[in-house]
């Protein structure tokens, strides 16, 4: 019974599923599915679909089709044999062939018979017999062609079935009384500022730690616990497919995720899983790749290609010598699933361009097929994709499940009957609960047999998943009896049915199977995967291959992906030549005498220092693919410790080619030594500290949960290597007096390059004494015995300084140390890697759980948290459902309160016509029409579908029709009764984008009134808009809701919510819709244009886009708009009741409509094929339409409108105004709206107080307590310096902010004229003020106390104006740079220029005078940071004394019989500083400052810079403001591009030539090779 599965299954696939009656599955009894004719016949053009459909784009890849399928994999089991045939040969004398070659003998000569009678259209012999009656003589031929190495890889069972009809890989999957427990209240309060402050110390810490120490109790776990899925118990046998059905949130995912053995994230699993036998303990140990389970969500690295994303997989799966059948398989996959035109496609995502959506669900596809996985669930993979596309998709599960004798458990949301056929099983949940599981074909009795009813033209799926819903649930009226309702009484009914008994008894007969057949299933299938794996691996290992040639694979992957993502490599190549020439020419022409000795280490810091700073934008990459490497992690392609190390080979070449230009424009354009071995030294050290530092943050990103935590800390770590390095303060003195954090030094490994590079540097370099150093100097001091060089390191007498001795005295470097430096810098880049290796196998930060609803703080908020955190009784607890899911229709509102509501919906009587409507767009030098000449119109009453296949221009004709096209030219005439549109018109419409874009912080209350009080008209009352909001929420249903964030919504809530904003601002002429039901369940859909039906009744004029729509959704429209690619109508006209006037429409051409065919897909399919009429000519759909009498009729109906309405005088409007309310209330209430939203996304806030605080207490705690002496002058400069370092972190956390926000308002705020450009500038400039005082606050109090820095009133207030100008200062610029730059691209890439400008260039690291003349005389001065540190320390050094330090004076001895100052008196009389010893007679100390203001000097500052700089800094800060409303306007509303299109532009053409050579110079060479 258990050997059934034979070849004739494939015969009888490989001639057309359609003939022939296969039993395809070994339990007669559980109802076999049966592709025949006694059950469904399915309609002609059901099959024709099957053999043509195609996925949603037209002209483009074949459609999937089992035929073309199974003849596909015949080829490759050919292609491959003659491959594996010459590799044989050679390995025959070694190998024993016994064993495996008699069942794969028998198939090969089979198959390829069979392929090819099925090519040539042979009649076929009775297969029973081809079976058995094999010619014995045939053996012998084909020896040498069975015996190929593909024996081991395709016999278990991939692409592979053996005659005996038992497959090596072949596990069932039971679960018995499997119970699936969540943890958490559904319902929790947002988390504000003040709570992730104060959760700083405490909970979150905690949190953290738990997370990093095993042993603490996690945090939550104690909570109460709640069953996700209760007691499930059942089989689903090999070369099943059971389908599970269920409305969103009843458990689906739950139960694939249990089933598959993906366990994180539940509190409890109780119950027993196991495969074939093997229990769910040993298959995650040892067989995790076995069992895949797949995601809704297609992510891919999008850079990759098609192939390179497969081959990757195949990769990982395939032993080292059965590497040449890689591009075989991929070729057969490709062809599989009709996707083999898009090879060398990117894969793309939101943001790349790749391959489609449908064509990117096939990859997931192929990939999940590449694990050769044996049990796969998939989970709601049809999402986004049109009928015909998902019923494709489900062929193409069918084909593997068949082809591979997989075990397939699938979830879908909106199914077609042609899906559903496809399924052996169903098993239907509510709420947690078995309602029914058992043979597909038995479902729709079982629940019509409880007394429910299903309509016509209901498909199945759809009638079992809302006998689970009570708004859409309906009973049979002959029905007489109790109908068991809710989830407790319809489980109470499957357990008591006949149904269920026979599920036990199918479960038992399986385990009896195993029981008898002594698990040989479960042996031989371990025994396969024992065979699959390269002979380095150990049985225990889930993985295929050797972990050398994981990493191998993952190397070769990441050279793919830097490759694919061209634009980011150039651009960093342009940043690190450009800095370094920018960098280069600050230090050019530093002196070889010691006053060029400071400056050069300066050089020196920045060289090592810049590319890991640089290296930054690793993060990104590190943390964004992190849920591709989870998930490859879980199908057991490689450990994701091999992706480490694979990064890690990657840097050396990558880093190495950013080091040589770099470290050589550096290197000569600074002047440093041209020694070759200096070079060579300074070269290596850079090149390691970048690849160090990367390592570093690659460990940052490792430990961190989110992108924004791994900026932080990355940005954190880099700001303390800076301030530790020992160049900013000296070593001496962070080891000596700053005991506070003196110890970081230690751990630091730039310090140690820091030392290496330097003493580099100066080894063997004898400094001469600069002129205006030697002391004393001026007429009359010529003898250099009697003088002094003022320079640390200096001897008496002596006017030169060796190197060596300037950095011990100074730095207490010694060269000695170099290649202990070397080996500490390699120490810790192998400490940060290793800490990353096992951080990433430790801890999997990627999404798990469904998210509880977030309500702000409220006293109805309030009462909900509580009722949905208090414990309940079972059967309470699912008469009431959860706060999560909106209650249904009929408790929300009475009859009465929802037609008041209708009612106040403001309908109008004009009508909206549109005629020869034509959109085209630049396209590639030339131009491309995406509207043809489309004609209709919406009247009030009337909802309007526009229907097309992917790509005929839907949105585009929505966008033109409700004015939103930005770029490309519209004609054609649009009207409203029959006058042209004025001002008014967009603010009259409604537009429901499809994306849902919304202001995520804000509640569906607050989202709905914003909209409502700018929108309506101005004179309207206050309270009366809010009223109306009032009635809006009831009519949506979310009254229980109302104060839920946006974000945490599920897709149809927030779909409510983007219609209710909408409906908000009263759109009296028009509401327009982009395809308002994509992503939901057929149930949510319903309910969405069922609401809109009540609308259009209420004399809303509605066009809506649609492209999944049942056959009960389009029953609900009165017209369909129909386009064809190139924007061609050919069908714009009545539904009509049942779809009538549609299928006459074209059964007077000759198409007929199947009965029982949704009308829907019937149209887009006819379009899609083109059709014939009777004398057999093809018809042209979109000629007939314009030839047709229906198109005439709309024509005149237009003109009739036209001409009746342009009679009605026009309401008398006094002045019309673009924008509904005057610009002080759309400020005010942006404003309130922007102020809230950072009070709720905390992280934001959060992250810039964060770098106040702990810059600040680094700052204010290494400089604790300053000194007078020289080096505390220094210090006092450098403590003042440091603010340098805030504007980075600062800055680049506005960016994305504000260009979320400015997104937000582009896409959607905008063109619905909500609020201009004045109230978004002023909104975004004042809602930065009060977080940037109170930051810079915190920042002066951690800083300027503790340094010991002037305490006087007038210098602390002072320098606390400064500061909180500075912080002002770094918000509104980042504002400016992001209202400007053209994409997000941009501004990551110009960032790095404006901070290095104006970090370097305001006279601290090159002195003022050292400056070069190219940007001594404007750089200088026009830099804001310029008059920040100059206006600082004019105020802080002007009162303050200067006494050296012994070691910091410069000695000289007097000529002898005088004393110090007798000898020295003129000179100090005219130049600055004091003597120390005046009276002495040898060893004369002179100090070159005696106070602050002589120290200024060098730093060309002078006291009373001080208000001056103040004002030009303030000036600074306006003009940012300033720019920020200068760029919106020109940029954003005007469309300006400052010729930086041109610049661009030309930069690609330039970039493109240079491919173009690249590509011809490798053709010539592959030519010649």
């Known amino acids: 019974m258990f050997n059934a599965h034979s070849d004739r299954m494939y015969t009888a696939r490989a001639e057309g599923f359609q003939e022939i009656r296969v039993p395809l599955h070994n339990v007669e009894n559980a109802g076999e599915r049966t592709h ?356 494709d998709y489900a062929n193409s599960l069918r084909i593997m499940t068949d082809i591979s004798n997989r075990t397939t458990l699938v979830t879908l949301y909106q199914a077609g009957e042609g899906i559903y056929q496809l399924m052996d099983k169903v098993l239907v949940i509510d709420e947690g609960r078995m309602v029914y599981q058992g043979p597909a074909n038995a479902a729709k009795k079982y629940f019509q047999d409880l007394g429910y009813y299903c309509p016509e033209r209901q498909t199945t799926a759809d009638f079992l998943t809302s006998c689970t819903d009570p708004t859409e649930r309906r009973f049979r009226e002959d029905f007489d009896g109790p109908i068991p309702k809710g989830p407790v009484e319809l489980e109470k009914a499957f357990r008591e049915s006949e149904s269920y008994r026979e599920v036990l008894q199918d479960v038992d007969e399986y385990e009896k199977m195993l029981r008898e057949t002594d698990h040989a299933d479960a042996r031989e299938f371990k025994q396969s995967v024992a065979e699959m794996k390269s002979k380095h691996v150990s049985d225990q290992s889930s993985y295929t291959v050797s972990f050398f040639r994981q990493v191998l694979a993952c190397t070769k992957r990441e050279f793919w992906l830097t490759w694919g993502d061209k634009t980011t490599l150039y651009t960093k190549f342009f940043i690190i030549i450009s800095n370094g020439l920018i960098v280069g020419s600050l230090f050019h022409g530093q002196t070889l005498d010691t006053s060029g000795a400071f400056s050069r280490g300066g050089t020196m810091f920045f060289s090592i220092l810049f590319l890991g700073w640089l290296q930054l934008s690793e993060l990104m990459k590190a943390v964004s693919g992190r849920t591709i490497i989870a998930r490859h992690s879980d199908y057991a392609f490689y450990r994701p410790s091999a992706v480490v190390i694979a990064r890690v080979v990657q840097d050396f070449p990558l880093i190495l080619m950013q080091v040589i230009p770099f470290s050589i424009i550096m290197y000569f354009l600074t002047g440093l030594d041209v020694d070759v071995s200096k070079f060579f030294i300074y070269f290596l050290f850079i090149y390691f500290t970048t690849i160090c530092i990367t390592a570093l943050y690659r460990m940052f990103a490792a430990l961190s949960p989110a992108i924004d935590d791994a900026v932080r800390f990355s940005g954190l770590a880099l700001n303390l290597l800076i301030i530790y390095t020992g160049y900013v303060i000296p070593r001496p003195q962070l080891l000596s007096q700053y005991i506070w954090f003196g110890w970081l030094y230690h751990v630091n490994p730039i310090a140690y390059s820091f030392e290496a590079v330097s003493t580099d540097e100066f080894y063997n370099r004898v400094l001469e004494c600069a002129p205006n150093t030697i002391v004393p100097r001026g007429p009359g001091y010529d003898n250099p015995a009697y003088q002094g060089c003022a320079f640390t390191g200096a001897q008496v007498g002596s006017l030169s300084v060796p190197g060596s001795d300037y950095l011990s005295t100074s730095f207490n470097y010694s060269r000695s140390n170099l290649w202990r430096n070397f080996g500490v810098v390699i120490a810790f880049t192998v400490l940060y890697i290793a800490v990353t290796m096992i951080a990433s196998e430790l801890f999997n930060f990627s999404k798990s759980g469904g998210g509880a609803l977030e309500f702000k703080r409220s006293k109805a908020a309030k009462q909900k948290v509580k009722a949905a955190s208090a414990p309940s009784d079972v059967e309470q607890g699912t008469q009431h459902r959860s706060a999560s899911m909106p209650t249904s229709s009929n408790e929300t509102l009475d009859g009465g309160g929802e037609e008041e509501a209708l009612q106040e919906i403001s309908g109008s009587d004009s009508i909206f016509t549109w005629e020869n409507v034509e959109y085209t767009v630049p396209y590639m030098g030339g131009e491309r029409k995406l509207l043809n000449k489309v004609n209709g119109y919406a009247k009030p009453g009337v909802m309007v579908a526009l229907m097309g296949a992917s790509g005929a221009g839907k949105t585009t004709l929505l966008n033109t029709l409700s004015q939103r096209q930005k770029t490309g030219v519209v004609g054609g005439d649009m009207l409203v009764d029959g006058r042209p549109l004025g001002t008014e018109f967009q603010r009259g419409t409604g537009f429901c984008e499809q994306m849902d874009l919304h202001d995520g912080t804000a509640t569906i209350r607050e989202a709905l009134e914003f909209s409502a009080i700018l929108r309506q008209d101005r004179s309207v009352p206050r309270a009366e808009k809010i009223a109306y909001v009032d009635s809006i929420i009831d009519l949506l249903e979310l009254g229980d809701v109302q104060d839920a964030l946006v974000r945490c919504l599920g897709v149809e809530q927030r779909k409510r919510v983007t219609i209710g904003v909408e409906l908000a601002a009263k759109p009296n002429l028009l509401l327009f819709l982009d395809e308002p039901t994509s992503g939901l369940d057929s149930q949510s859909a319903f309910s969405i244009i069922r609401f809109l039906k009540k609308l259009s009744h209420a004399g809303q004029a509605i066009v809506c886009t649609i492209h999944q729509p049942s056959s009960v959704l389009i029953q609900q429209f009165d017209m369909i708009l129909a386009l064809n690619p190139g924007g061609n109508t050919f069908y714009f006209g009545p539904v009509g009741d049942e779809g009538k006037d549609v299928i006459k429409y074209f059964a007077d051409r000759g198409v007929h409509c199947p009965p029982q065919k949704n009308v829907a897909e019937f149209i887009l399919e006819t379009a899609a094929k083109g059709g014939k009429r009777e004398d057999g000519k093809k018809l042209d759909w979109n000629k007939e339409w314009l030839n047709s009498q229906e198109a005439k009729n709309v024509l005149n109906e237009i003109e009739r409108i036209k001409s009746e309405r342009s009679k009605v005088e026009p309401t008398a409007q006094a002045e019309q105004h673009e924008f509904a309310s005057p610009v002080a209330s759309q400020t005010i209430e942006l404003t309130k709206r922007l102020f809230i939203q950072y009070w709720r996304d905390p992280s934001y806030l959060y992250g810039k107080f964060f770098t106040s605080v702990i810059i600040g207490i680094f700052n204010g705690f290494t400089f604790w307590k300053l000194g007078n002496s020289i080096v505390d002058m220094q210090n006092r400069m450098f403590t003042s310096f440091l603010i340098i370092l805030i504007p980075p972190t600062i800055v680049n956390a506005v960016v994305p902010k504000f260009y979320q926000n400015m997104g937000l308002w582009q896409a959607r705020e905008h063109p619905s004229r909500i609020y201009g450009w004045v109230a978004f500038c002023t909104a975004n400039v004042v809602a930065e003020i009060p977080i940037a005082i109170l930051g810079a606050t915190i920042y002066w109090l951690l800083w300027y106390w503790p340094t010991g820095l002037p305490t006087d009133s007038s210098t602390a207030g002072y320098v606390f104006l400064m500061t909180v100008l500075f912080f002002l200062f770094q918000a509104s610029w980042g504002q400016w740079i992001c209202a400007f730059a053209p994409s997000f691209t941009v501004i990551a890439n110009v960032l790095p220029f404006f901070f290095v400008m104006f970090g370097l260039f305001n006279g601290v690291v090159r002195p003022y005078s050292q400056l070069s003349v190219f940007w001594k005389y404007w750089m200088y001065w026009v830099n804001p940071s310029t008059y920040w540190i100059g206006g600082v320390l004019a105020a802080t050094l002007s009162d303050t004394d200067v006494r050296c330090l012994p070691q910091e004076a410069a000695y000289f001895n007097p000529p002898p019989g005088q004393s110090c100052s007798q000898y020295a008196s003129s000179f100090v009389d005219a130049a600055t500083g004091y003597l120390i010893n005046p009276e002495a007679t040898t060893n004369c100390g002179y100090c070159q400052f005696s106070s602050g203001i002589e120290y200024m000097q060098i730093l060309n500052i002078e006291p009373n810079d001080k208000w001056r700089y103040f004002g030009i800094f303030l000036a600074f800060c306006i003009s940012n403001w300033a720019l920020v409303y200068f760029f919106i306007y020109t940029v954003r509303i005007k469309g300006w591009s400052f010729g930086l299109g041109r610049l661009f532009g030309f930069g690609g053409k330039l970039v493109g030539a240079m491919k173009k050579l690249f590509k011809r110079g490798n053709k010539n060479g592959k030519s010649k090779a």
């Open 36 to 391: 025949g004719t006694e059950e469904s016949s399915p309609s002609s053009s059901e099959v024709d679909i099957r053999d043509d459909g195609t996925w949603g784009e037209r002209d483009i890849g074949g459609p999937v089709n089992f035929r073309n399928a199974m003849l596909d994999y015949e080829d490759m089991r050919r292609e491959l044999t003659n491959l594996s045939r010459t590799r044989s040969a050679g390995q025959k004398s070694t190998k024993s062939t016994g064993q495996h070659s008699s069942g794969l003998k028998r198939i090969t000569t089979a198959g390829t018979r069979r392929s090819q009678r099925a090519r040539t259209h042979e009649p076929e012999p009775d297969v029973e017999a081809q079976d058995g009656e094999k010619p014995e003589g045939e053996d012998g031929d084909t020896e040498e062609e069975e015996d190929f190495q593909l024996g081991e890889f395709l016999k278990d069972g991939h692409f592979e079935k053996r005659q005996e009809g038992r497959s090596a890989k072949k596990v069932g999957v039971v679960y018995k009384h499997l119970t699936v427990q969540g943890v958490g209240a559904t319902t929790t309060f947002v988390k504000t500022l003040p709570s992730a402050i104060l959760g700083t110390f405490g909970p979150d810490l905690y949190s953290l730690l738990s997370r990093f120490i095993p042993a603490l109790p996690q945090p939550g776990g104690s909570g109460e616990k709640r069953d996700l899925i209760h007691d499930f118990t059942g089989v689903v046998r090999d070369g099943e497919m059971l389908l599970v059905l269920g409305r969103p949130g009843s458990g689906c995912s739950t139960f694939l995720k249990a089933v598959s053995n993906k366990r994180d994230g539940f509190a409890g699993v109780e119950g027993e899983v196991s495969y074939g036998g093997i229990p769910a303990e040993e298959q995650i140990k040892k067989y995790k790749g076995e069992v895949n389970y797949n995601e809704e969500d297609d992510q891919h690295f999008p850079s990759l290609t098609v192939e390179q994303t497969l081959n990757f997989s195949l990769l990982n799966k395939m032993k080292k010598h059965e590497k040449g059948d890689i591009p075989v398989i991929i070729g057969a996959l490709l062809k599989m699933f009709g996707i083999s035109h898009t090879r060398n496609t990117l894969v793309g995502d939101a943001y790349t361009r790749g391959v489609s959506g449908g064509e990117r669900k096939r990859v997931s596809i192929a990939e999940t097929l590449a694990t050769f996985s044996t049990v796969v669930a998939w989970d709601n993979s049809t999402r986004g994709l049109d009928a015909s596309t998902a019923l």
